[in-house]
Nanobody
Framework: QVQLEESGGGLVQAGGSLRLSCAAS????????MGWFRQAPGKERELVAR????????AYATSILGRFTISGDNAKNMVALQMNSLKPEDSAVYYC??????????????WGQGTQVTVAS
């Protein structure tokens, strides 16, 4: 099993920045990719960004392109999400996730508890 712990959420004014961090523990050798999801009230959970460990390749949701950046340290089993130019519609619970395969579109196997991000207008 893999355990994921997020940190860094909070309240920020529109246009501001936040940095989310996620630390993985347990059977981390099984992780092939990590990512960040978010879920706002009444909406489905959506993939925000993901990074693949072997190649370092990243992918982003179109709604956050140019504003958010995912980064990771495979050796330290950590992933971060730098969020700039935040908008009220970015408000959501953000979840760190990990999966055992690199195959695009594969489901994520492990999830953190989530951290709340609130962007005030």
């Amino acid at each position: 099993q893999v355990q994921l712990e997020e940190s860094g959420g909070g309240l920020v004014q529109a246009g501001g920045s936040l940095r989310l961090s996620c630390a993985a523990s347990g059977r981390t050798f099984s992780i092939a990719a990590m990512g960040w999801f978010r879920q706002a009230p009444g909406k489905e959970r959506e993939l925000v960004a993901r990074i693949t460990w072997s190649t370092g390749s990243t992918a982003y949701a179109t709604s956050i392109l140019g504003r958010f950046t995912i980064s990771g340290d495979n050796a330290k089993n950590m992933v971060a999400l730098q969020m700039n130019s935040l908008k009220p519609e970015d408000s959501a619970v953000y979840y760190c996730a990990a999966r055992r395969t690199e195959a695009p579109g594969s489901p994520f196997d492990y999830w953190g508890q989530g951290t709340q991000v609130t962007v005030a207008s």
